[in-house]
């Protein structure tokens, strides 16, 4: 790697103070084999919308699931880290919209000691994990897609670096149909005979 090539890895956030930069430093110009450079930060989380059924009548509260896949390798903060200085991961959704959301679950409200919660590791999220929400339509929606605007905050780091902090912008589009509209079910793997929670966050 040359000098010019090491001057584009500056979407990183260094761990270990100065002596480890050095380190860190001597480490990108040795040679390495191709893809090992750091992505960036867009390419490290994947985020896959998921509904329980494919319409919604007016007035319906309903869940919806945000499924995101994180690259092998990299981790992010979770929503509830204790340390200050580590960034968490964020789900944050436009107030005043015209659907209401009671209720966002991350993957550690769902913590029981002993028990082990899929892409949670201690403070962190690997591999997969599943933001879970309750939506509530107005009354009086029309029949047709929503679309709402979503946005996933997070810093995804290495066991050696972080990336700079990135917001993933997204949309959840929510199908709205005519009450008696025949629906199908969809993702059973993920929504389950799981109820609908009552409100509040």
Known sequence: MTIEEVTELKPL??????????????????????????????EVVRITPALPKSGFTPGETFQAALIVDIMDGYHLNAHTVKDPNLLRTDLEIPTGGAVSWPFIRYPEDQAVPGVEVPGLVGEQ??????????????????????????????????????????TNKFELEIPVVAPGTEVKTLHPEIFG?????PGGR
């Open 13 to 42: 956030i260094i761990r270990g103070g100065p002596v480890f930069a050095l380190v860190l430093l001597a480490v990108s110009l040795a040679p390495h084999p191709a893809g090992a450079q750091l992505a960036r930060p867009e």
């Open 125 to 166: 999220y690997i591999g997969r994990i599943v933001l879970r929400l309750v939506g509530r339509l107005p009354k009086e929606a029309v029949p047709g897609p929503l679309r709402v605007k979503m946005s996933l905050f997070f810093q995804a780091c290495t066991d050696l670096v972080c990336l700079v902090p990135y």
């Open 193 to 197: 005979q799981e109820k609908v929670p």
